[in-house]
């Protein structure tokens, strides 16, 4: 189905892609997380979609740290699918979620220059009671998509850092437990190597270098780190950014790291 088509009638879906990760981050000094659809911008529709709209949906039961109890995250749930089966009707896509401090933004662009405030009374007529504000941010030609809501080279750290420990946990480990951590970071010279492992060894968590090797198939070297670690999410991205920014000094990249399962 043609553009035009997909545009004024019924979609699939309210989203480009089902590319979907979230990461947790700070706005402002508030904790916010962020569920993006990663995918949307490789979309050939993206780049007409150069208007940006948001709903703000608020809630009162919350955490400390701002994030909804679970009576709230069902109702926002059941939010979300109400505008995702009416959304396929409007000529809007949902590109990012942002959570933080009693409120849930959900952010759509579009191509057309809408009457958001028209458009919402279409998209929430019927639906389920919320109390709720809209803004709009028009000809932005996707730069708020681009600059807050796509994750940063540490926000990637993030989502990476998560599934490895969702990894763990699925298999019933304890995060809390110390246990050799193995880090990898490939670099593009013998000396860049040597001088990566340097500046990571003067970093406060005690890991050492295993071995550099140079790749049997590419003109590259790989350096191979271990310590002895407790690898609970937010200490594990606090110490893979600076891995990062440190691979990044010396002309290369971080690789990741792995921990084998720990339980009481």
């Known amino acids: 189905m043609g553009f035009f088509n997909t545009l004024f009638n019924k979609k699939e879906s309210l989203t480009l892609s089902n590319k979907w ?10 904790v916010t997380g962020i569920r ?24 009162t039961h919350c955490y400390e740290n701002g994030f909804p109890q679970p009576d709230e995250t069902q109702r926002l749930n059941r939010i979300e699918d109400w505008l995702e089966a009416q959304g396929k009707t409007l000529p809007i896509w949902l590109v990012g979620v942002v959570t933080q401090q009693g409120s849930r933004d959900f952010v759509f662009q579009s191509e057309k220059d809408l009457d958001w405030e028209k458009t919402l009374d279409k998209l929430l007529a019927g639906g389920p009671e919320l109390a709720c504000s809209f803004n709009e941010s028009k000809n932005d030609h996707g730069n708020y998509y681009r600059q ?9 750290n993030w989502i990476h850092d998560s599934r490895v420990c969702r990894g763990l946990l699925e298999y019933g480990d304890d995060l809390t437990l110390p246990r050799t951590i193995d880090y990898y970071a490939t670099l593009p010279t013998e000396t860049a190597a040597h001088a990566f492992v340097e500046d990571v060894t003067k970093l406060p968590y005690g890991i050492t270098l295993v071995s550099i090797r140079m790749n049997d198939q590419q003109p590259e070297y790989m350096a191979s780190l271990i310590n002895t670690d407790a690898p609970e999410q937010w200490h594990m991205t606090d110490i893979t950014c600076q891995l990062t920014d440190l ?18």
């Open 36 to 59: 993006v659809d990663i995918g949307a911008i490789e979309d050939e529709k993206f780049d007409r979609l150069i208007h940006t709209w948001f709903l703000r949906v608020r809630y």
């Open 148 to 156: 807050f809501l796509y994750p940063t080279k540490y926000d990637w």
């Open 247 to 264: 691979a990044e000094k010396h002309g290369g990249s971080f690789d990741g790291w792995g921990a084998p399962i720990a339980t009481a």
């Open 21 to 30: 990760e979230f990461f947790i981050t700070t706005v402002e000094d508030n």
